[in-house]
């Protein structure tokens, strides 16, 4: 398997637009993450999915974000509209378990300006 | 609320020296611990991870934990530093119906 698999790796936007980040998870996790890392805040966990429903999306800062996750092998983080304060680097992730190892991709670094 | 603590924000070592890195937690519920290593423009990469029985546990690369329970502590160690091992190192802690929360990392340098 060639990993959890993010796209693009790096989105340069203005603000005001809307930004999709996408994941391919490894196939058979049935456990789905998203993280937002900055600087400021470190690692946050946005939402995660099981069996391709959300499960806890309490970490969304904002209505201006939502993600889904219409199959088992691709999920969406969507942004609309972005702001400079949403600039971080998106992670996804992806576990057997809630509680097992959860592999991550390389990240999407996106910056707003 | 539960939380993670990494002391060290940031910590130099030399070569073929030892490393422990320090991690302390505060949950309700028996914790889940974790430590996760995070190479530069790279996602996160598991090291080792607890759940119960021996509280010596040992990882990837040459790395070990032990968990304290009276001390609320997972701290991370090697005995052999290698220039390789320059990196971001996490925290995580998780329980049953309690959010996963990672700590704020400890960024490591090795100098040759």
């Known amino acids: 398997d060639a990993g959890v698999i993010q796209s693009p790796r790096h989105e340069v936007t203005e603000m005001g637009q809307e930004v999709t980040l996408r994941c391919k998870p490894i196939?058979?996790?049935?456990?789905l993450f998203w993280y937002r890392q900055t600087m400021m805040r470190g690692l946050e966990l946005l939402i995660y999915?099981?069996?391709?429903?959300?499960?806890?999306d309490s970490g969304m800062p904002e209505d201006r974000f939502s993600a889904k996750m219409p199959n088992a092998s691709f999920s969406t983080l969507k942004i609309q509209p972005s702001e400079p304060r949403d600039s971080a680097v998106y992670f996804c992730a992806s576990s057997l378990g809630v509680w097992t190892e959860a592999f991550f991709g390389q990240g999407t670094r996106l910056t707003v300006v | 609320a539960q939380s993670v603590t990494q002391p060290d924000i940031h910590i130099t070592v030399s070569e073929g020296a030892s490393l422990e890195l320090r991690c302390n937690y505060s949950y309700g519920a028996t914790p889940y611990l974790f430590w996760y290593v995070q190479s530069p423009g790279q996602g996160l990469q598991l090291l080792l991870k607890y759940f119960s029985g021996d509280t010596l546990v040992q990882g990837i690369k040459g790395f070990e934990a032990e968990f304290k329970r009276s001390q609320s502590s997972f701290n991370l160690r090697k005995p052999s530093v290698h220039w390789s091992d320059a990196a971001e190192y996490f925290c995580a802690v998780g329980a049953q119906g309690q959010n996963f929360v990672f700590g704020p990392g400890t960024r490591l340098s090795v100098l040759p």
């Open positions: 999915f099981n069996n391709n429903v959300p499960i806890d």
């Open positions: 196939s058979g996790h049935d456990y």
